[in-house]
């Protein structure tokens, strides 16, 4: 069966909400709280990011995952890559599309 071009457009974009539903489901509750606070994740530095969530835990008396665990949940949330970068004459880790 072929698709028109709008219907298959149509098809991928409830394939991605059903995914993002469901990783959704999967991330931690405390790690959804703070995504909340940070709309888009483009350009952010991991440590940094990572050091702000384990703030916001700490703020509410939650014990915050796993440095590997907010990374992925963060990729996979925002469809976003690691890369490592210069800044300031310094090698660093940002996220990225």
Known sequence: MLFTLQEENRIKELVREVLRENL?????ESTLAFFDTIPDMQNHFVATTYEMYDDFCKSRN????SKQAFGSSVKNYYNVKSKVTTFDGKSVRIYTK
């Open 24 to 28: 959704i489901s999967e991330i931690n």
């Open 62 to 65: 939650i014990t915050p995952i």
